[in-house]
């Protein structure tokens, strides 16, 4: 019998007041691709970072035999000369660097200390081709899509001769298209010998290239299932299977049971956006957001779909608050009444809040705590005489940390500490506590788990059966489908289509989403 490539035994990670993982064990075989799969805060990028040496020996307890070795990396330059390299879920590229220049960053094809350039573009290519890049090596980051630049990190681990690749998140900020080559190219390298720790949400993508996955559970090893395609073999793992062993119960319902909204203005157009046009930032001859007239009511849940590019992240920047492209006409309207919505403040001022797509950057201030993050919308409300009244913050926040069930020790713990999903929640409070009557989710649940999401959706069904208006967009057609009163579809910046719940299919929203105009 072959011997496993790696061996984790009983490892231990303790953070001040948190056990992160507690006696976890994983093997992986030679060539293997191995899923590993939990809710967020489970232990998986932790388990990864003791790994790779980010986490040093020392900082927890437990062995790792490398290819039937006892390795003590002291930090991730330590594990890469092993062959070991971690691709992070936020990609390590410089973006006014060249593709060849990264691929090789830190790892310089050099003599005595002069770089080859020659050499170092020769070698580009060559990797560059292996990972199915077309692009030349001396194209800059920043003139590449995300999903090219997921290949590039590829190639760069592929540079320092991996024998053990480990992948975080690796198609959550990618399409369809993007994704599918990217889970080909991971195909490929299996079958090149090179053993492959895949993180991922995405369950269908799991079933369809992990041969074993392990499941962690409140920062311990569950179980690991061997993973079968056929549906008739003894030991296929489904969906169902693999979410059962992460939430510890079944999910007979990915959604919760619609509560529908009964007020007196129940069904009253909440807001209106009419004739909306934005132009791009730089290129000010392309519309991005043309002539897009939708309306959302009390009590409703409106989705917007799209395939990557339609405008769909444009058109609601761009409603809150400007924040995207240059404006070029069109209407907001809210509650029957024009409204400027010329700045942020201008929007929240009229009951308008955004719930961004990319948390990290735009939704949370990493570097504070959950307390200072979920007043942040609504400071005006919590001062005195000009000075913000920290016991009625911190009693907000205390308030939110227990309705939203996110898992962390105190109010007072720095974001940057949270899980994705624990994250999320803190945003959403954020804006809930601004008590807008209009709210607009871009992306809600991307890179969370299924636990996780669901209690997302059951916040936000809260808040439509307060009569609250939602906008909901999304890029998994099934959790339109799931959540939404109708669904609106756009490309290349126009509406293409208005979908009722019970007329709404996957392949209906497909053929709308691909259509050149409405």
Partial sequence: MTAPILQMRSITKTFPGVRALSDVNLTVAPGEIHAICGENGAGKSTLMKVLSGVHPHGSYEGEILFQDEPVAFKDIRASERRGIVIIHQELALVPYLSLAENIFLGNEVASRGVISWNETLRRADRLLKRVGLPDKPQTRIADVGVGKQQLVEI?????????????????????????????????????????????????????????????????????????????????????????????????????????????????????????????????????VVDDVSLEVRRGE????????????????????????GQYDGGTVRVDDREVRTRTVSEAVKHGIAYVTEDRKTYGLNLIDSINRNVSLASLPGLTRRGVVDEHEERRV?????????????????????????????VVLSKWIHADPEVLILDEPTRGIDVGAKFEIYTVI?????????????????????????????????R????????????????????????
Wanted: aromatic share 4%; hydrophobic share 40%; glycine share 8%.
């Fill in 461 to 493: 069904d809260k808040l439509a059966a307060q009569g609250k208006a939602v906008v909901f967009i999304s890029s998994e057609l099934p959790e339109l489908l799931g959540m939404c009163d109708r669904i609106y579809t756009m490309a290349a910046g």
């Fill in 397 to 425: 926040s205390e308030g939110y940390l227990k309705s939203m069930n996110i898992k962390a020790p105190n109010v007072a713990e720095l974001v940057q500490r949270l899980s994705g999903g624990n994250q999320q929640k």
């Fill in 155 to 287: 190639a760069k681990a592929l540079s320092k001769e991996v024998k053990l690749l480990i992948l975080d998140e690796p198609t959550a900020a990618l399409n369809d298209e993007d994704s599918e080559k990217l889970l080909k190219l991971i195909l490929e390298l299996r079958d090149q010998g090179i053993a492959c720790i895949v993180i991922s949400h995405k369950l269908n993508e799991i079933r369809r290239v992990a041969d074993a996955v392990t499941i962690l559970r409140d920062g311990q090893s569950v179980e690991t299932l061997t993973v079968r395609e056929d549906p008739e073999a003894e030991a296929d793992v489904s969906e169902d299977r693999i979410i059962r062993g992460m939430v510890g119960r079944d999910l007979d319902h990915r959604f919760p049971e619609r509560t529908h909204y009964e007020g007196e203005d129940a069904g009253r157009t909440a807001m209106a956006i009419e004739g909306w046009t934005v132009r791009h930032p730089i290129d000010h001859e392309r519309k």
């Fill in 301 to 324: 849940i409106v989705g917007i779909a799209g395939l990557m590019g339609a405008g769909r992240t444009e058109l609601a920047m761009s409603v809150f608050g400007r924040s995207y």
């Fill in 495 to 518: 509406l293409t289509g208005e979908v009722p719940r019970e007329e709404a299919t996957q392949e209906v929203l497909m053929r709308h989403m691909t259509k050149d105009r409405s």
